[in-house]
């Protein structure tokens, strides 16, 4: 596939339909919708004619300095989330990219409402930030392993609609992705990381908890993604067995976002032309 062709792939195929049902049982993750190349081969050769025209959006956000620009990424563990960001990020400029990862909350964070550690994190002008976990696991751990009542993660949904809605009103651009595995994936995963030494330190016997608790965790993920999906915070579900496909995808819905913003560089404020820089 030719490098100009890279508009062709229609992100819209991976877009959750406003107000649909989700079953996830029918997104085949294996599956490549919308790719038209041949092979794994062609797919890594395209993602770093991706790669280059991330590094010229990304530029060109943090140059205009007008937009705020934030990535949500969920997934059952070992989804995928951190080689999305290697891989989809490569070469930007650090100076205006971060990653903010919601880990277990800490006693202070557990003090305050949910979302009090996450609105600190929010993308400020010209920023791109990427969300590893996010508000959202107070609808999915919390829901599941039941760490506070029902009556009160139910009314979460509404509250984030809200919060993203107010986000969005105030400039942010919203893009949130899952990233989708299959059960069986997930134990290749998992297990790999037991039978490579390199791989030893990312596994946590923690992770086989939700890993039993599958079907669980795919409801309360079907739940949030048809109850906050919405126009200002769309989400997109991503086939995510295939690592190239995978990057391939996330680095198409960013970038297509970014061109939509139809961003320039600030016009100067004097005439290049009249100042000569002293010998
Ligand atoms: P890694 O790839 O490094 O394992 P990770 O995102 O899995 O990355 P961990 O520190 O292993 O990071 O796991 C974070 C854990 O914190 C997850 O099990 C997640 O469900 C949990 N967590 C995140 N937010 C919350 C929350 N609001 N309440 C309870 N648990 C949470
Ligand atoms: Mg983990």
Redesign the pocket.
Same mark, same amino acid.
């Given at each position: 596939m030719a490098a100009s062709e890279y508009d062709a792939f229609d992100i819209d195929e991976l877009r959750v339909k406003p107000g649909s049902k989700v079953d996830l049982s029918k997104w085949d993750t294996r599956s490549t919708p919308s790719w038209a190349g041949d092979d794994k081969e062609e797919g890594k050769t395209h993602l770093a004619t991706l790669n280059q025209e991330m590094e010229r959006l990304q530029e060109l956000l943090w140059a205009n300095g007008g937009e705020r620009v934030l990535l949500v990424l969920q997934a059952m563990?070992a989804g995928g989330?951190?080689g999305t960001v290697r891989h989809v990020f490569e070469g930007v400029n650090p100076s205006g990219v971060r990653v903010a990862?919601?880990?277990? !909350?800490s006693s202070k964070e557990l003090a305050h409402d949910?979302l009090w550690r996450v609105h600190r994190e929010v993308p400020g002008n010209g920023e791109l930030v990427i969300f590893?976990?996010s508000h959202y696991?107070?609808v999915?751990?919390?829901r599941v392993e039941d760490?506070v009542p029902k009556a009160r993660w139910s009314k979460r949904y509404e509250h984030i609609v809200n919060f993203e809605q107010m986000l969005a009103d105030e400039g942010t651009t919203i893009i949130k992705v899952f990233l989708h595995i299959s059960k069986g994936e997930q134990q290749e995963r998992l297990q790999a990381r037991l039978d490579e030494p390199a791989k030893n330190w990312?596994f946590?016997a923690?992770d086989l908890g !939700?890993r039993s608790k599958w079907d669980d965790y795919q409801k309360a993920f079907e739940d949030l993604l048809e109850k906050t999906n919405t126009k200002d915070a769309p989400w997109f579900i991503v086939p995510s067995d295939r690592k190239w496909y995978r990057n391939i995808a996330v680095s198409e819905i960013m970038i297509q976002t970014l061109q939509n913003l139809d961003m320039n560089y600030p016009e100067a404020d004097f005439n290049p032309a009249d100042i000569i820089i002293p010998d």
């Open positions: 563990d989330k951190d990862a919601f880990k277990k !909350p949910y590893n976990r696991e107070d999915l751990i919390v760490l990312k946590e923690g !939700p």
